[in-house]
């Protein structure tokens, strides 16, 4: 690993106290290394003496394209990094690769559009001036399930805002987002930007600390786990500085009685399979009618039967291991604490691409608790409500039963957590009628994708899922405060003069 530091990459040597693994076959490659102490230093320094990016905003959207066409010539590159460091298949990293370029592409639009400056008019005729102005140094800290992309969309909008950017990826998996930040650093240098623009560091928790807790970091963006967020948040609550935080959900599927049965299988197959089960809107509760539970359960883990799961580098791959066998372990005991009984979809490792596995295996599929930190994905029936109301963040679910939708509803907000809700119903406007029930942030009616209905749509976190809305449009204004000007003309009501 290497770190980017006022214009100078050099090569990271700290531990942070994990040792890294090939996702696919479990060989252990050697600790995670983290930047130093001195180098984290050193970045908020220079970023604090750049103070802010003064460049006219067409200008610097400008630049941000030049970085989108330098990101997308390097995304092949990049999604195959993730998919290995990851062990998310490349036919998933793939698609969400046009994340990388399009998120600093629709940052120079919106630049455009002059969303930043606004002018309104005063009774008196004057008129007053709101510039959307960049906080100063900021901090953009991404987790370890699709870290680039996740990198893409902060950098780029806190770029495009004009702020000194410091990018931290998680020890587990960064990379791919290495990759990504070469190739910005390549145009920024090339549109000679200050050097200080854009750092990057590596670490784990403790570095994290250190970048968010100086007060010279003026902002936060964060997505990751509800411990490190509320770490986060206490420590920019010293500085009263803002915060964005998504930090994950328990997500529910509602399958209303008229659903089309093969409809709701395959969402919730999707939702409990995408990027191996491992990111924040997948399925935590399915909720179906009473008595079609083992019916649903059934259809749902015949079809994950048929997904191909193996190397996550090889393009036929549907479902890959998880990140790392501490974190398989983690998943597995929570499963086991739901209670409950505990189906598991009879899936098998095709071996053939593997490197490491044996040679009499090849070309042929062994069970899936073989090499690697391959998981059947599971469904959970018979637990208590009260004991599945936490995140997973893993290929398992439970599955509750309801007698009236006013139950499902209930069911679907019985937890703290309000990020994604699903909907499955053949009525489209009852189904909707539903959604609209259902505290989440985003409630998608017979869909199961990864994307957001809409682009520019925000994409909000209630409860514990996290703090100030993330979005196209709303994370480029995070990064920005306002200043109000005008001329009044006018004084205040106690002076007689």
Same mark, same amino acid.
Request: aromatic share 4%; net charge negative.
């Given at each position: 690993?290497?770190?980017?530091?006022?214009?100078? +990459?050099?090569?990271?040597?700290?531990?942070?106290?994990?040792?890294?693994?090939?996702?696919?076959?479990?060989?252990?490659?050697?600790?995670?290394?983290?930047?130093?102490?001195?180098?984290?230093?050193?970045?908020?320094?220079?970023?604090?003496?750049?103070?802010? +990016?003064?460049?006219?905003?067409?200008?610097?959207?400008?630049?941000?394209?030049?970085?989108?066409?330098?990101?997308?010539?390097?995304?092949?590159?990049?999604?195959?990094?993730?998919?290995?460091?990851?062990?998310?298949?490349?036919?998933?990293?793939?698609?969400?690769?046009?994340?990388?370029?399009?998120?600093?592409?629709?940052?120079?639009?919106?630049?455009?559009?002059?969303?930043?400056?606004?002018?309104?008019?005063?009774?008196?005729?004057?008129?007053?001036?709101?510039?959307?102005?960049?906080?100063?140094?900021?901090?953009?800290?991404?987790?370890?399930? =699709?870290?680039?992309?996740?990198?893409?969309?902060?950098?780029?909008?806190?770029?495009?805002?004009?702020?000194?950017? @410091?990018?931290?990826?998680?020890?587990?998996?960064?990379?791919?987002?290495?990759?990504?930040?070469?190739? @910005?650093?390549?145009?920024?240098?090339?549109?000679?930007?200050?050097?200080?623009?854009?750092?990057?560091?590596?670490?784990?928790?403790?570095?994290?600390?250190?970048?968010?807790?100086?007060?010279?970091?003026?902002?936060?963006?964060?997505?990751?786990?509800?411990?490190?967020?509320?770490?986060?948040?206490?420590?920019?609550?010293?500085?009263?500085?803002?915060?964005?935080?998504?930090?994950?959900?328990?997500?529910?599927?509602?399958?209303?009685?008229?659903?089309?049965?093969?409809?709701?299988?395959?969402?919730?197959?999707?939702?409990?399979?995408?990027?191996?089960?491992? +990111?924040?809107?997948?399925?935590?509760?399915?909720?179906?009618?009473?008595?079609?539970?083992?019916?649903?359960?059934?259809?749902?883990?015949?079809? @994950?039967?048929?997904?191909?799961?193996?190397?996550?580098?090889?393009?036929?791959?549907?479902?890959?291991?998880?990140?790392?066998?501490?974190?398989?372990?983690?998943?597995?005991?929570?499963?086991?604490?739901?209670?409950?009984?505990?189906?598991?979809?009879?899936?098998?490792?095709?071996?053939?691409?593997?490197?490491?596995?044996?040679?009499?295996?090849?070309?042929? !599929?062994?069970?899936?608790?073989?090499?690697?930190?391959?998981?059947?994905?599971?469904?959970?029936?018979?637990?208590?409500?009260?004991?599945?109301?936490?995140?997973?963040?893993?290929?398992? =679910?439970?599955?509750?039963?309801?007698?009236?939708?006013?139950?499902?509803?209930?069911?679907?907000?019985?937890?703290?957590?309000?990020?994604?809700?699903?909907?499955?119903?053949?009525?489209?406007? =009852?189904?909707?009628?539903?959604?609209? %029930?259902?505290?989440?942030?985003?409630?998608?009616?017979?869909?199961?994708?990864?994307?957001?209905?809409?682009?520019? !749509?925000?994409?909000? =976190?209630?409860? @514990?899922?996290?703090?100030?809305?993330?979005?196209?449009?709303?994370?480029?204004?995070?990064?920005?405060?306002? %200043?109000?000007?005008?001329?009044?003309?006018?004084?205040?009501?106690?002076?007689?003069?």
């Amino acid at each position: 690993m290497n770190d980017l530091v006022n214009g100078v +990459w050099s090569a990271c040597g700290t531990p942070v106290g994990v040792e890294l693994e090939d996702p696919a076959t479990g060989r252990v490659l050697g600790p995670a290394l983290g930047s130093s102490v001195e180098n984290v230093s050193a970045a908020i320094a220079a970023a604090d003496d750049l103070g802010s +990016w003064d460049l006219p905003a067409a200008d610097r959207a400008d630049i941000l394209d030049s970085i989108a066409a330098e990101v997308q010539a390097a995304a092949g590159e990049i999604v195959l990094l993730e998919a290995r460091s990851t062990g998310v298949p490349i036919r998933q990293t793939t698609p969400l690769g046009m994340i990388l370029s399009g998120a600093f592409a629709l940052a120079a639009a919106q630049l455009r559009t002059g969303v930043l400056t606004s002018t309104t008019t005063r009774e008196d005729g004057n008129q007053v001036l709101v510039e959307r102005l960049p906080w100063g140094p900021v901090a953009c800290l991404v987790p370890w399930n =699709a870290p680039a992309p996740m990198a893409a969309h902060k950098v780029a909008n806190a770029l495009a805002a004009g702020c000194p950017t @410091i990018l931290k990826p998680s020890e587990y998996a960064s990379s791919g987002t290495e990759r990504l930040a070469v190739a @910005i650093d390549t145009a920024l240098r090339a549109a000679g930007a200050p050097p200080a623009l854009f750092q990057l560091l590596h670490g784990g928790a403790a570095t994290g600390a250190h970048l968010v807790g100086d007060a010279r970091i003026r902002a936060v963006s964060f997505t990751g786990g509800l411990a490190g967020g509320r770490a986060v948040a206490s420590a920019c609550a010293y500085d009263i500085k803002p915060v964005q935080l998504e930090l994950g959900g328990n997500n529910p599927l509602i399958v209303l009685p008229d659903a089309d049965e093969a409809v709701a299988v395959r969402a919730a197959a999707d939702l409990l399979t995408t990027l191996n089960g491992q +990111w924040c809107r997948a399925l935590g509760r399915l909720i179906v009618p009473a008595g079609r539970e083992q019916a649903i359960v059934d259809g749902v883990l015949d079809r @994950i039967a048929g997904l191909r799961a193996g190397d996550p580098a090889d393009p036929a791959t549907d479902y890959g291991p998880l990140i790392h066998s501490g974190h398989r372990a983690a998943v597995e005991k929570a499963r086991d604490g739901l209670g409950g009984t505990v189906h598991t979809a009879k899936l098998a490792v095709h071996t053939a691409t593997l490197a490491g596995h044996t040679a009499t295996l090849a070309g042929h !599929t062994a069970e899936l608790a073989g090499a690697g930190n391959f998981l059947a994905p599971a469904l959970v029936t018979g637990a208590d409500p009260a004991r599945t109301t936490e995140e997973i963040f893993g290929p398992v =679910a439970a599955v509750h039963g309801y007698r009236t939708v006013g139950e499902a509803i209930a069911l679907a907000n019985g937890t703290r957590y309000g990020l994604e809700g699903y909907v499955i119903g053949a009525d489209e406007a =009852a189904a909707v009628r539903v959604a609209r %029930r259902v505290r989440a942030g985003e409630v998608k009616v017979n869909g199961s994708s990864i994307m957001s209905l809409h682009l520019f !749509t925000p994409r909000p =976190a209630w409860g @514990i899922s996290g703090y100030s809305t993330e979005g196209t449009a709303e994370t480029l204004l995070f990064f920005t405060n306002p %200043r109000v000007v005008g001329v009044e003309n006018g004084f205040a009501l106690h002076n007689r003069s």
